[in-house]
């Protein structure tokens, strides 16, 4: 399917590896020039490399930490314009609710909800402007169901949600689609980390713990980058215009719900 973007202009968050990667093969698959960004220089260079070699697009590289304002204005500044914005952040930590300060929750709203406010703020009136645009937010299949040791995420995610909810239909006159997709466990480096923490916990291997959780998934393995970076970019494309304010849960079916 040709999905209609070829030339658009995109920003990638966290794209260095995992889901962000996974969303920015795909729009440059589709022929979408990109921006993407990470904390890390010599990891977003390398990718942005390998993402233009293969692909024929152009990939322009930001070592940024986009939860920060110092970090935003830089990516900003190289991107100019986007017509697709994918928003990312890594999650924070998990932990026991009792444990939690102010100080955690601000750290995670900021990280997890704020950041993608602030883009979406600096970047969708000039796709309304123009006529034509999409936002998709990674969040968490938390904002469905809640994941007990997530709390942080659990909370900041759902915020961002709720600002999605309404902010996603007073744009969609004028051409924007803004969404949100939610992954289900995907094999990623956060996967393996809250794997390698069940591990610890229980006194198993990390493969014995990978194996207990993947024996809850319907499909019976984690999903991949490649999967949801597919997703990504049909909810980016000219066919997704009637794609407004919507979760779409990517997990497998692990969450056993009607609606």
Same mark, same amino acid.
């Given at each position: 399917m040709d999905l209609g973007i070829k030339g658009k202009r995109g920003l990638v968050c966290a794209a260095s590896k995992g889901l962000g990667r996974g969303c920015a093969e795909a729009l440059a698959a589709a022929g979408v020039n990109l921006v993407i960004n990470s904390r890390t220089e010599a990891e977003i260079t390398r990718t942005a490399h390998e993402i233009a070699e293969t692909y024929g697009v152009e990939v322009i590289p930001v070592a940024a930490d986009i939860t920060t304002a110092e970090g935003r204005a830089r990516v900003l500044d190289?991107?100019?314009?986007?017509?697709i914005l994918v928003t990312n952040a890594g999650g924070p930590p998990p932990g026991n609710w009792q444990d939690w300060s102010r100080d955690d929750f601000i750290r995670a709203i900021d990280a %997890?909800?704020?950041s993608a406010v602030a883009l979406m703020q600096a970047l969708v009136p000039g796709m309304m /402007?123009?006529?034509w645009g999409? #936002? #998709?937010n990674i969040t968490s299949g938390s904002v469905r169901a809640p994941i007990a040791i997530l709390g942080l995420s659990n909370t900041a995610r759902t915020g961002l949600t709720g600002f999605v909810a309404g902010m996603s239909r007073q744009v969609a006159g004028k051409g #924007?689609?803004?969404? %949100?997709l939610l992954p289900g466990i995907?094999?990623? /480096?956060?996967? /393996?980390?809250? /794997?390698g923490g069940v591990a610890k916990t229980k006194g198993i291997t990390v493969d014995?713990?990978?194996?207990?959780?993947q024996a809850t998934i319907p499909t019976g393995s984690y999903g991949t980058a490649a999967d949801f970076g597919a997703t990504c970019a049909f909810l980016c494309s000219q066919q997704a215009r009637f794609i407004v304010g919507q979760n779409v849960l990517l997990d497998g079916g692990a969450l056993n719900v009607t609606i």
């Amino acid at each position: 399917m040709d999905l209609g973007i070829k030339g658009k202009r995109g920003l990638v968050c966290a794209a260095s590896k995992g889901l962000g990667r996974g969303c920015a093969e795909a729009l440059a698959a589709a022929g979408v020039n990109l921006v993407i960004n990470s904390r890390t220089e010599a990891e977003i260079t390398r990718t942005a490399h390998e993402i233009a070699e293969t692909y024929g697009v152009e990939v322009i590289p930001v070592a940024a930490d986009i939860t920060t304002a110092e970090g935003r204005a830089r990516v900003l500044d190289a991107v100019g314009h986007a017509d697709i914005l994918v928003t990312n952040a890594g999650g924070p930590p998990p932990g026991n609710w009792q444990d939690w300060s102010r100080d955690d929750f601000i750290r995670a709203i900021d990280a %997890n909800m704020l950041s993608a406010v602030a883009l979406m703020q600096a970047l969708v009136p000039g796709m309304m /402007d123009r006529g034509w645009g999409r #936002v #998709v937010n990674i969040t968490s299949g938390s904002v469905r169901a809640p994941i007990a040791i997530l709390g942080l995420s659990n909370t900041a995610r759902t915020g961002l949600t709720g600002f999605v909810a309404g902010m996603s239909r007073q744009v969609a006159g004028k051409g #924007v689609c803004v969404n %949100n997709l939610l992954p289900g466990i995907h094999a990623t /480096d956060r996967a /393996d980390s809250l /794997d390698g923490g069940v591990a610890k916990t229980k006194g198993i291997t990390v493969d014995e713990a990978r194996a207990q959780r993947q024996a809850t998934i319907p499909t019976g393995s984690y999903g991949t980058a490649a999967d949801f970076g597919a997703t990504c970019a049909f909810l980016c494309s000219q066919q997704a215009r009637f794609i407004v304010g919507q979760n779409v849960l990517l997990d497998g079916g692990a969450l056993n719900v009607t609606i």
